[in-house]
């Protein structure tokens, strides 16, 4: 059985215009297809660039834990957020 089956994660992408985009899936290889397709599933913002790249993940084992740390990512800078993908 896959391990990642039941589990969450909060993930953040950097698009080709330098911005971080933060979301939360229960698939991640699902969720970074659907932004890739441009499709109505996918993030409106991520839509009007040319091309992102996942440079971060966290797992969490629910759907709230995961939720909650997306928010908190959200509310950082974009300064701090690159700190922390140097960690």
Do not use: C, D, W
């Not at 996918?42 to 996942?54: D, H, I, P, V």
Request: hydrophobic share 35%.
């Amino acid at each position: 059985m896959n391990k990642l089956k039941n589990q969450f994660m909060v993930y953040i992408v950097r698009t080709s215009g330098n911005t971080l985009y933060v979301g939360q899936t229960n698939n991640l290889h699902k969720r970074l297809a659907e932004h890739a397709r441009k499709k109505s599933r996918g993030a409106k913002y991520l839509s009007s660039f040319t091309s992102f790249e996942l440079v971060y993940t966290e797992q969490f084992p629910t759907r709230s834990l995961a939720l909650k740390r997306e928010y908190e990512l959200k509310q950082l800078t974009h300064k701090e957020k690159e700190a922390l993908l140097v960690k």
